[in-house]
């Protein structure tokens, strides 16, 4: 069975910083590229960022230099390091795992940004 857990949401004023993590099981791991994605209330959601088997990266032109996706393949783990949030970045935080036709989606952490 295929898990993926997220965690590290919360409630942070803007400029502050924010880590998710994202645990995956019943996979092997290190084949999967894995992503971010969210959704914010009334908005289509939308790639954050993602980053491949090998460790390529890629983000949204709304989160360059403020956000980074890093992956530990000895702890199946995925994070999203996320500095100087914004109130724009409030959402849903979606953590996807894909390989070949596999695509695995975890059940989301909440972000809010608000002063």
């Known amino acids: 069975q295929v898990q993926l857990v997220e965690s590290g949401g919360g409630l942070v004023q803007p400029g502050q910083s924010l880590r998710l993590s994202c645990a995956a099981s019943?996979?092997?791991?290190?084949?999967?590229?894995m992503g971010w994605y969210r959704q914010a209330p009334g908005k289509q959601r939308e790639l954050v960022a993602d980053?491949?088997?090998?460790?390529?990266?890629n983000y949204a032109d709304s989160v360059k230099g403020r956000f980074t996706i890093s992956r530990d393949n000895a702890k199946n783990t995925a994070y999203l390091q996320m500095n100087s949030l914004k109130v724009d970045d409030t959402a849903v935080y979606y953590c996807?795992?894909?390989?070949?036709?596999?695509?695995?989606w975890g059940q989301g952490t909440q972000v809010t940004v608000s002063s």
């Open positions: 019943g996979i092997i791991f290190r084949f999967y590229a």
């Open positions: 996807t795992a894909r390989s070949g036709r596999a695509d695995y």
């Open positions: 980053i491949t088997a090998g460790g390529s990266t």
